[in-house]
């Protein structure tokens, strides 16, 4: 999934105490699913939620990059760097912050997209060793379901237990903010009409 994937796992390699409590997510957040875990030096991330949207509504948001700093709240800037075809070169920089602590983070992705399916990431550049992401769109009822499974490997040391809360809040809170943004997207276009 790109942006989502990097900022995600480059705000793993935090060596922080926990600020996020499980419980102090947003009542309607609850039903994005989240579980981090840490294998030896891989982090592996997987996701599952619903979206109230077609999957096409749903891959219009997921793959905006040139707009995502005015729906992505640590996202300083996003770009296309180049495109061919449906792969793309995508350049991101941002800060993740937490508390009173704080994280710059930049990475260049190459990005292979199977229209309103699944978007597959792979790390070019940036602050972590690995990073390999693929997002899912399957029409669910009169949604989507979005899932989101990601491997990186980082380039420190994460806090087992502190490291992997920290992780699954700061994931749950930007699928949150992407679900939030293809929900107002669509009651736009509903108004319009």
Do not use: C
Not at 103 to 111: A, G, H, K, Q, T
Not at 137 to 158: A, C, F, M, Q
Not at 172 to 191: D, L, S
Request: hydrophobic share 40%.
């Amino acid at each position: 999934m790109g942006k989502f994937t990097t900022v995600l796992l480059l705000l793993s390699l935090l060596q922080l105490p926990a600020f996020a409590e499980p419980g102090d997510n947003k009542e309607k957040d609850k039903d994005i699913e989240v579980k981090v875990q840490v294998i030896g030096e891989d982090v592996i991330v997987d996701v599952s939620f619903p979206v109230p949207a077609t999957p096409r509504e749903v891959w219009a948001v997921l793959t905006d990059f040139d707009h995502m700093t005015g729906f992505v709240s640590n996202l300083q800037s996003s770009k296309v760097l180049d495109r061919s075809g449906n792969t793309l070169h995508i350049a991101q920089e941002g800060k993740a912050q937490h508390g009173p602590l704080s994280f710059e983070f930049s990475s260049v992705r190459e990005i292979q997209l199977s229209p309103f399916e699944k978007i597959q990431s792979r790390l070019i550049t940036g602050k972590i060793r690995k990073l390999e992401g693929l997002t899912q769109l399957k029409v669910e009822g009169d949604g989507t379901r979005v899932t989101y499974h990601s491997v990186s490997i980082p380039g420190v040391w994460i806090p087992p237990v502190v490291g992997k809360v920290f992780i699954e809040h700061e994931t749950r809170e930007q699928f949150a903010e992407v679900r939030t943004e293809v929900v107002r997207r669509k009651q736009n276009e509903i108004a319009k009409k």
